[in-house]
């Protein structure tokens, strides 16, 4: 298994050369069926296994008003904030949610006049969580806003340093209360498995009828329960789940981390006045004093879905804007009002970037090679496609895994996952085409299904305490639910759509990407019959004047975050730029730019944004694995953090 990837465990000194190829497959989560209704969300790696020496539970935490750090995990860490879970409920009364909340410490304490603030994340989904994106992703945040050199060889006064705190929104992960859709995690697993083996969306002739019926099955049941409240006069959390009230939970964050540094400034000014006498200008508690009343702001870095919840927060409290870094864009008018382009028009653009890769690296490098230039590459992937259409591969049991049948819907799922991220996609998806379309042989991508799979069984004190007791439900595996509990309240226009109307922007959707049409379309329908309406929801679309303009970074092809998003979300935002990086894929985590990240850490630290027009080159080309990255410059430590943010990864075993 893979390590938190710690980079000092993890630096060698050939890695620039060679990091990127083996650097593969971190996407094995990614693979069970359901997985890929995932919406907006950044390349996320699989889950790490933390060598704690006391394995931390988050329910030795009490929930408090207050930030109430505990060390937690490998030098972090967490504390629980108890917000309301209806901000406007004027009794005071209600239901609560607990907002699990963790704490990358920043390399110089808090109380230090280099500390720059605490730079809040999400990773995307929606349903994502933040607290997973601090382990495996947050010293590789950490180390690009951060000043180039350590603190200790840190030379000027205005260097800045930050924490960086990840949070699971409501209804994700850690946060409490959590729901299910199912009594245990046995059902779950079956009903996922059934849905796999059903097949996705554009499958086979009758693909719309099953998995409408599928959806409306999952989605009718548990929407009722989470509308329903547990008492009468009590909220329901299915209306409490949506954008908004997680972007007040933000600014919440942002006010409690003030409260709590201010403490923490108290306790330091009085050690020093014992130690050093009394300083008359009390400068630890005036830098650190809690600025009541607005002066709080926030620090953001959201990718992809995380976008949306930075834009909202945006709307909601422009004047509370220190710095917002929205990387890999999302139209916000499409996503809440059904109103602009589609997500994927650039996806198929993607793919035949694939195929000039491909044509460029030779037989060598990318095993789909065939001669006669892009153009037969294209035909001979298409043709795999349409034979798997009409027959499955069937692969034969071996000694680690049982018999499978490889199907056409897990070849889109290695697609999608080559647009999402083609540096290490690209290279996954030639071998497994390859394999099926000049051998037959399908069992690479069967091992690679099975890894995706996690076996669920009750746990003994489930079967003692009966289905839908808290002790039959794992939070942790509730991503996707999650993910349609959020969605489906914040773009309504999803959740009426009969049949044959489906049908028609299924259709349409095909028309903008052959590749992913059929994938995006699944997510849209994954909001059938999930009827629950939001307690607080935008007035209008998002945009504003914020006290500190924002930067958005996308990639020039993105499969669902297109360029234009971004183009369009700066035009809602006055004042804002756009930094373009030359790369395909979703995110500036798909592809390293040091030349994007300088961009980023110098916004982090002056606040000052690149020149509008901006465009970045990446670092390499997937399938060609020369990079060139100096070595000896101190962009070594970034390039070491990009390789972490991006592809925290093990290799593949076949690889
Ligand atoms: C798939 O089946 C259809 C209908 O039987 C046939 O027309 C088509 O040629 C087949 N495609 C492939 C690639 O075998
Ligand atoms: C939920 O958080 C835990 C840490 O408390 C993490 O190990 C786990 O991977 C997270 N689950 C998901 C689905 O991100
Ligand atoms: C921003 O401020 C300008 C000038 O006051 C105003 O004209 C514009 O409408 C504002 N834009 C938004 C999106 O609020």
Same mark, same amino acid.
């Given at each position: 298994?893979?390590?938190?990837?710690?980079?000092?465990?993890?630096?060698?000194?050939?890695?620039?050369?060679?990091?990127?190829?083996?650097?593969?497959?971190?996407?094995?989560?990614?693979?069970?069926?359901?997985?890929?209704?995932?919406?907006?969300?950044?390349?996320?790696?699989?889950?790490?296994?933390?060598?704690?020496?006391?394995?931390?539970?988050?329910?030795?935490?009490?929930?408090?008003?207050?930030?109430?750090?505990?060390?937690?995990?490998?030098?972090?860490?967490?504390?629980r904030l108890d917000v309301p879970m209806d901000y406007h409920r004027a009794d005071g009364l209600g239901?609560?949610?607990?907002i699990a909340i963790i704490r990358l410490p920043a390399e110089v304490p808090v109380t230090d006049p280099r500390y720059g603030g605490a730079v809040?994340?999400?990773?995307?989904?929606?349903?994502?969580?933040?607290?997973?994106?601090?382990?495996?992703?947050?010293?590789?945040? &950490?180390?690009?806003?951060?000043?180039?050199?350590?603190?200790?060889?840190?030379?000027?006064?205005?260097?800045?340093?930050?924490?960086?705190?990840?949070?699971?929104?409501?209804?994700?992960?850690?946060?409490?209360?959590?729901?299910?859709?199912?009594?245990? %995690?046995?059902?779950?697993?079956?009903?996922?498995?059934?849905?796999?083996?059903? +097949? @996705?969306?554009?499958?086979?002739?009758?693909?719309?009828?099953?998995?409408?019926?599928?959806?409306?099955?999952?989605?009718? +049941?548990?929407?009722?329960?989470?509308?329903?409240?547990?008492?009468?006069?009590?909220?329901?959390?299915?209306?409490?789940? /949506?954008?908004?009230?997680?972007?007040?939970?933000?600014?919440?964050? !942002?006010?409690?981390?003030?409260?709590?540094?201010?403490?923490?400034?108290? !306790?330091?000014?009085?050690?020093?006045?014992?130690?050093?006498?009394?300083?008359?200008?009390?400068?630890?508690? &005036?830098?650190?004093?809690? #600025?009541?009343?607005?002066?709080?702001?926030?620090?953001?870095?959201?990718?992809?879905?995380?976008?949306?919840?930075?834009?909202?927060?945006?709307? @909601?409290?422009?004047?509370?804007?220190?710095?917002?870094?929205?990387?890999?864009?999302? /139209?916000?008018?499409?996503?809440?009002?059904?109103?602009?382009?589609?997500?994927?028009?650039?996806?198929?653009?993607?793919?035949?970037?694939?195929?000039?890769?491909?044509?460029?690296?030779?037989?060598?490098?990318?095993?789909?090679?065939?001669?006669?230039?892009?153009?037969?590459?294209?035909?001979?992937?298409?043709?795999?496609?349409?034979?798997?259409?009409?027959?499955?591969?069937?692969?034969?049991?071996?000694?680690?895994?049982?018999?499978?049948?490889?199907?056409?819907?897990?070849?889109?799922? !290695?697609?999608?996952?080559?647009?999402?991220?083609?540096?290490?996609?690209?290279?996954?998806?030639?071998?497994?085409?390859?394999?099926?379309? =000049?051998?037959?042989?399908?069992?690479?991508?069967?091992?690679?299904?099975?890894?995706?799979?996690?076996? %669920?069984?009750?746990?003994?004190?489930?079967?003692?305490?009966?289905?839908?007791?808290?002790?039959?439900?794992?939070?942790? &595996?509730?991503?996707?639910?999650?993910?349609?509990?959020?969605?489906?309240?914040?773009?309504?226009? $999803?959740?009426?759509?009969?049949?044959?109307?489906?049908?028609?922007?299924?259709?349409? @959707?095909?028309?903008?990407?052959? $590749?992913?049409?059929?994938?995006?379309?699944?997510?849209?329908?994954?909001?059938?019959? *999930?009827?629950?309406?939001?307690? *607080?929801?935008?007035?209008?679309?998002?945009?504003?004047?914020?006290? =500190?303009?924002?930067?958005?970074?996308?990639?020039?092809?993105?499969?669902?975050?297109?360029?234009?998003?971004?183009?369009? $979300?700066?035009?809602?935002?006055?004042?804002?730029?756009?930094?373009?990086?030359?790369?395909?894929?979703?995110?500036?985590?798909?592809?390293?730019?040091?030349?994007?990240?300088?961009?980023?850490?110098?916004?982090?630290?002056?606040?000052?944004?690149?020149?509008?027009?901006?465009?970045?080159?990446?670092?390499?080309?997937?399938?060609?694995?020369?990079?060139?990255?100096?070595?000896?410059?101190?962009?070594?430590?970034?390039?070491?953090?990009?390789?972490?943010?991006?592809?925290? +990864? #093990?290799?593949?075993?076949? =690889?």
């Amino acid at each position: 298994m893979g390590s938190l990837n710690d980079p000092e465990r993890t630096r060698s000194s050939d890695r620039r050369s060679t990091s990127w190829r083996p650097v593969a497959l971190v996407l094995i989560v990614l693979v069970a069926w359901w997985h890929i209704s995932r919406v907006y969300t950044s390349p996320i790696p699989e889950r790490p296994s933390l060598e704690t020496e006391t394995p931390f539970t988050w329910a030795e935490l009490t929930a408090a008003p207050t930030l109430e750090y505990k060390p937690c995990f490998n030098g972090y860490q967490c504390a629980r904030l108890d917000v309301p879970m209806d901000y406007h409920r004027a009794d005071g009364l209600g239901r609560r949610v607990a907002i699990a909340i963790i704490r990358l410490p920043a390399e110089v304490p808090v109380t230090d006049p280099r500390y720059g603030g605490a730079v809040l994340i999400n990773p995307g989904g929606p349903g994502g969580s933040g607290v997973f994106q601090a382990l495996v992703a947050g010293r590789g945040l &950490q180390k690009i806003v951060d000043a180039e050199l350590d603190p200790g060889h840190s030379t000027t006064e205005t260097d800045r340093y930050f924490d960086i705190i990840g949070f699971d929104p409501r209804g994700v992960n850690n946060t409490t209360p959590g729901f299910s859709c199912f009594p245990n %995690t046995f059902a779950q697993r079956n009903w996922e498995l059934q849905a796999e083996a059903d +097949g @996705m969306l554009g499958s086979s002739r009758d693909s719309l009828k099953r998995n409408w019926q599928r959806t409306r099955a999952l989605n009718v +049941g548990c929407a009722r329960s989470l509308s329903t409240p547990p008492e009468a006069g009590a909220e329901a959390l299915g209306e409490h789940m /949506n954008t908004p009230p997680v972007a007040r939970d933000m600014l919440e964050i !942002v006010e409690r981390h003030a409260q709590w540094r201010e403490r923490q400034g108290q !306790v330091e000014q009085q050690r020093s006045d014992q130690r050093n006498g009394h300083d008359p200008a009390q400068s630890i508690i &005036q830098r650190t004093r809690w #600025r009541r009343g607005g002066g709080e702001k926030l620090l953001y870095w959201g990718r992809s879905y995380g976008t949306v919840l930075g834009a909202t927060f945006a709307s @909601m409290f422009p004047d509370r804007i220190s710095r917002m870094v929205l990387d890999g864009v999302v /139209n916000t008018d499409k996503y809440y009002l059904d109103e602009g382009h589609n997500a994927i028009v650039d996806a198929d653009a993607i793919f035949d970037q694939f195929t000039l890769y491909c044509d460029r690296a030779g037989p060598d490098k990318c095993p789909l090679y065939t001669p006669g230039g892009r153009d037969a590459i294209a035909a001979a992937y298409r043709r795999l496609e349409a034979e798997l259409y009409n027959a499955s591969v069937a692969v034969p049991a071996s000694s680690t895994r049982g018999p499978e049948v490889v199907t056409w819907t897990d070849l889109k799922i !290695v697609l999608r996952i080559s647009l999402y991220q083609p540096m290490i996609g690209f290279p996954l998806l030639a071998q497994l085409a390859s394999d099926l379309l =000049h051998r037959g042989d399908g069992s690479a991508l069967a091992d690679f299904k099975h890894r995706g799979r996690t076996p %669920t069984c009750p746990t003994t004190e489930c079967l003692r305490t009966g289905p839908w007791s808290a002790e039959c439900q794992a939070p942790e &595996q509730n991503e996707l639910y999650a993910s349609s509990a959020i969605l489906c309240t914040d773009a309504i226009y $999803m959740q009426g759509r009969d049949e044959l109307s489906f049908a028609k922007a299924w259709a349409a @959707m095909k028309r903008d990407s052959a $590749m992913l049409g059929d994938y995006w379309s699944s997510i849209e329908l994954g909001c059938a019959g *999930w009827e629950v309406t939001p307690r *607080w929801t935008l007035p209008g679309p998002c945009g504003g004047n914020t006290s =500190h303009p924002l930067l958005l970074v996308s990639m020039r092809l993105d499969p669902v975050t297109p360029m234009r998003s971004a183009r369009k $979300m700066s035009s809602n935002f006055p004042g804002s730029v756009v930094l373009e990086q030359d790369s395909e894929g979703h995110t500036t985590a798909a592809a390293p730019s040091l030349c994007t990240t300088s961009f980023i850490r110098h916004y982090f630290q002056t606040g000052e944004l690149p020149p509008p027009g901006t465009t970045c080159a990446g670092d390499l080309e997937p399938m060609l694995e020369s990079g060139h990255v100096d070595t000896r410059s101190p962009a070594e430590k970034t390039w070491d953090a990009l390789t972490e943010v991006g592809l925290p +990864g #093990r290799r593949l075993p076949w =690889h």
